[in-house]
C-alpha cells in the first residue's frame, strides 16, 4: 500500500501554485490530505480560491490567523505537530516561501518525515525579506526540492543543498494555463465600470505598507500618474494602513484611480490581462504579467524571480516616486513594448510541472 501525502499551505498564492499538484494528486488515486494554517482566513484570500480551483476542502484547518512572525510560526509549529502525529504521512509537501511553508517543514523535519518543497531556489538575495528567510531554511532542510526554472536550480547548486534537486517548471503557470480560459469569460471589467486604458496597482508586502514613508512615496507616484486609470484591488492589511496613516482619502478623491476589494484568481487574471501595465510588489503577480505579456514594474529593489527582469518584462524601481512615475510614463508611451514581450521564451516550464511532481512522488511512495 502506498503511503500518505500532506500538503501544507495557508495563503491564496499556496492554493494557486498547489492546485495543479493536488488534482493531479487526486486524479493518481493518491492519499494526500490538505491542511491549512489559517494564515489567511478571509473569504476574499482563501476560501473562494478553494472554491474556484475545485479543491476539496482541507482535512484540517490550524485557524492560526495573524499576528507577528514569531507568533504565527510558533502556533502553526505547535498545531501542526499534533496533526501530523494522527496522520502519519510518509512525504509532507509544502509551496512557496510563506511561514505556512516554513512551519509545515520544520515540524515535518523534526518529526523525521521527508518534506518535499515546491518552488525551491528562488533568491532574491535580501535577508530583510521575511520570504527569504524562509525559503532558504525550507531549502535546507528539504529531501526533495522542485526548482521552477534553470537560475533556481543553479541558485541550489550553489549552495550545496542536501537534498535532490529537479527541475519540474513552475506550478503556477500550470494553474494560469488551466483557469485562464475561464478568467478570460469574467465580467469583472464591465461590472466595475473600469475604463479600457488603466493600469492595475497590487501592494501588500509589510517592508511597504507598514511603513509610511515608503507607503506615502508609492501612493504619491500613483496620483501623479493621472494620465491613465489606475485600478487597485486593496488587500485588507493595506487598506488599513492607507487609512490610519491618512493616505486613503486622497486616493478616493483621485478621479483616475478605482479601489476595489481584493478579487478571486478569475477575475483578477482578467483584470490583469486587459491592462496596459501593472505595478507591483507581489512575486507571483510578476510572473503572471509574464505570461499575460503585460509589462511590469516591481516596486521593489530586488525580486525572487529575476528571469523576467534579465529578459526585459519586469522592471524594479523601489519605492522612489520619481522613479516609478518615470519609468510608468515610459512604458505608456512605448507602444511596442507588449509586442516585444509576446516574443520573448518562458523560462518557467511549459506547464507540465504538476505531472512531473507528482510522477516523482509515485515513484518514491511504490
Known amino acids: 500500500m502506498k503511503g500518505s501525502i500532506s500538503l501544507v499551505l495557508g495563503t491564496r498564492p499556496q492554493i494557486i501554485k498547489s492546485a495543479p499538484i493536488i488534482q493531479q494528486m487526486l486524479k493518481q488515486g493518491l492519499d494526500i490530505k490538505i491542511i491549512h494554517t489559517g494564515q489567511h482566513y478571509d473569504y476574499s484570500l482563501s476560501k473562494i ?12 484547518n490550524l ?22 502525529m494522527n496522520l502519519k504521512p510518509s512525504i509532507v509537501v509544502v509551496p512557496g516561501d510563506t511561514n505556512s511553508a516554513l512551519a509545515g517543514a520544520l515540524v515535518a523535519v523534526k518529526m523525521g518525515i521527508k518534506v518535499a518543497h515546491v518552488e525551491s531556489g528562488a533568491r532574491s538575495y535580501d535577508m530583510t525579506m521575511p520570504e527569504e528567510i524562509n525559503r532558504r531554511v525550507v531549502d535546507h532542510i528539504s529531501m526533495f526540492l ?13 549552495e550545496a543543498v542536501m537534498g535532490r534537486v529537479y527541475l519540474t517548471g513552475d506550478t503556477m503557470f500550470d494553474s494560469f ?19 479600457r486604458d488603466y493600469a492595475v496597482l497590487t501592494l501588500h508586502r509589510a517592508e511597504n505598507t ?16 493621472n494620465d491613465v486609470n489606475i485600478v487597485f484591488p486593496v488587500h485588507p492589511r493595506t487598506l488599513d494602513r492607507l487609512s490610519s496613516f491618512n ?35 507581489s512575486g507571483g ?27 526585459g518584462a519586469n522592471f524594479l524601481v523601489g519605492h522612489d516616486t520619481n522613479r516609478i512615475v518615470s519609468k510608468a510614463k515610459m512604458l505608456l508611451s512605448d507602444s511596442y513594448v507588449k509586442d516585444r514581450i509576446k516574443r520573448l521564451p518562458n523560462p518557467y516550464g511549459c506547464g507540465k510541472a ?3 511532481i507528482v510522477k516523482f512522488l509515485l515513484e518514491y511512495l511504490d
Not at 480560491?49 to 484540517?60: K, Q, V
Not at 483557469?179 to 465600470?193: H, L
Open 146 to 158: 522542485f526548482s521552477v526554472s534553470e537560475l533556481c536550480s543553479k541558485n541550489l547548486e550553489r
Open 247 to 281: 493616505i486613503l482619502k486622497r486616493l478616493e478623491h483621485s478621479e483616475h484611480v478605482k479601489l476595489l476589494k481584493p478579487l478571486g484568481y478569475y477575475d483578477m487574471l482578467k483584470l490583469m490581462s486587459e491592462a496596459r501595465l501593472i505595478l507591483t510588489d
Open 210 to 225: 507598514d511603513n509610511p514613508e515608503r507607503l506615502k512615496n508609492i501612493m504619491e507616484a500613483i496620483i501623479l500618474l
Open 354 to 356: 504538476a505531472d512531473k
Open 49 to 60: 480560491f478553494f472554491e474556484e480551483t475545485g479543491l476539496p476542502e482541507p482535512y484540517a
Open 63 to 84: 485557524e492560526v490567523g495573524s499576528g507577528s512572525h514569531a507568533y504565527q510560526t510558533g502556533e502553526m509549529i505547535l498545531r501542526l505537530e499534533k496533526v501530523l
Open 177 to 195: 494555463l488551466m483557469y485562464m480560459p475561464t478568467a478570460s469569460k469574467s465580467k469583472v471589467i464591465e461590472e466595475n465600470d473600469i475604463s
Open 285 to 311: 503577480v510578476q510572473k503572471e504579467a509574464f505570461w499575460l505579456k503585460v509589462p511590469c514594474i516591481t516596486l521593489r529593489e530586488n525580486t525572487e524571480w529575476m528571469e523576467t527582469v534579465k529578459l
